[in-house]
T-cell receptor, first 113, second 110 residues
């Protein structure tokens, strides 16, 4: 089944403890992206990747890192999480860059205490 | 900067057409308008996109004004399962960044 998977789906952590949220797609998509969603602010793009080893900042990249070493995986790294990074995170992918349709993962709910 | 503006909420009677407006007055001439929806806190789901001409698929129709400054998503026969937040999205010209905005919460009433 064609899908975007994220792990973990739920995570509670403490300030400063490094964490990684994984994202994987099985559709051989070139474009991948991370978003965060906060009440009243909608979805905001954090980082995106056009292909392997090609990444760029979205609207709200501060405090996040990404890597794209393989086409199927696009992990989101929080080196030193802070409470303002408590949010719902979505990974998405598309076969090619825009205007191709994006397929979203199920989301990861992160709480930083 | 690219930006979209949508009403925060709308109601629609079941079986009637739902018309969801979006203002994107700063859109560049070669940028598409996309519509996605999100049910509860699930991942957003693609609905439709368009550039200049009106578009229709099995889910919805998209009407784009001639000046491209606004568009309307039409769900022709809304059902209770169409209750969701609908996002009108544009890409920032010259980049591959998307701007989602805060969306319209559509409630379909029985």
């Amino acid at each position: 089944e064609a899908q975007v998977t994220q792990n973990p789906r739920y995570l509670i952590t403490v300030t400063g403890k490094k964490l990684t949220v994984t994202c994987s797609q099985n559709m051989n998509h070139e474009y991948m992206s991370w978003y965060r969603q906060d009440p009243g602010l909608g979805l905001r793009q954090i980082y995106y990747s056009m292909n392997v080893e090609v990444t760029d900042k979205g609207d709200v990249p501060e405090g996040y890192k990404v890597s794209r070493k393989e086409k199927r995986n696009f992990p989101l790294i929080l080196e030193s999480p802070s409470p303002n990074q408590t949010s719902l995170y979505f990974c998405a992918s598309s076969l090619r860059p825009p205007p191709d349709t994006q397929y979203f993962g199920p989301g990861t709910r992160l709480t930083v205490l | 900067d690219a930006k979209t503006t949508q009403p925060p909420s709308m109601d629609c009677a079941e079986g009637r057409a739902a018309n969801l407006p979006c203002n994107h007055s700063t859109i560049s001439g070669n940028e598409y308008v996309y519509w996605y929806r999100q049910i509860h806190s699930q991942g957003p789901q693609y609905i439709i996109h368009g550039l200049k001409n009106n578009e229709t698929n099995e889910m919805a129709s998209l009407i784009i004004t001639e000046d491209r400054k606004s568009s309307t998503l039409i769900l022709p026969h809304a059902t209770l399962r169409d209750t969701a937040v609908y996002y009108c999205i544009v890409r920032v010209s010259g980049t591959y960044k998307y701007i989602f905005g805060t969306g319209t919460r559509l409630k379909v009433l029985a």
